[in-house]
């Protein structure tokens, strides 16, 4: 999912837009979760990019997703782009000492 979001509307103040656009990122990992694993695969993980434009995307945690968009807001920008791409992990095994 790669999508830009506006945080200026005539009508919709920016707390709710922040909201909204908080919900949608949750409702899409919670849509891509629940689909059936592939064999061999432990979870889906989540590859997250965030940037003022599509071009200055940087590499981010999804855990870090939520501050990233309250910094937008409180740097008042116009617009954000956010992608977040799935992928299969697998869980590694701790070495035993």
């Keep these: 999912m790669r999508k830009i979001y506006k945080l200026t509307h005539p009508k919709i103040k920016v707390d709710r837009l922040v909201e909204g656009v908080k919900h949608d990122i949750k409702k899409y ?4 979760r629940k689909k059936a694993l592939p064999v061999g695969v432990d979870y ?3 590859d997250c990019k965030f940037g003022n434009t599509v071009k200055g995307l940087q590499d981010i945690h999804l855990a870090e997703m939520n501050t990233y968009i309250d910094r937008a807001k409180e740097q008042q920008l116009e617009s954000f ?14 070495s035993g000492t």
């Design 29 to 32: 990992v919670k849509r891509e």
């Design 44 to 46: 889906w993980d989540f």
């Design 81 to 94: 782009c956010i992608e977040i791409q799935v992928k299969p992990g697998r869980r590694m095994k701790k």
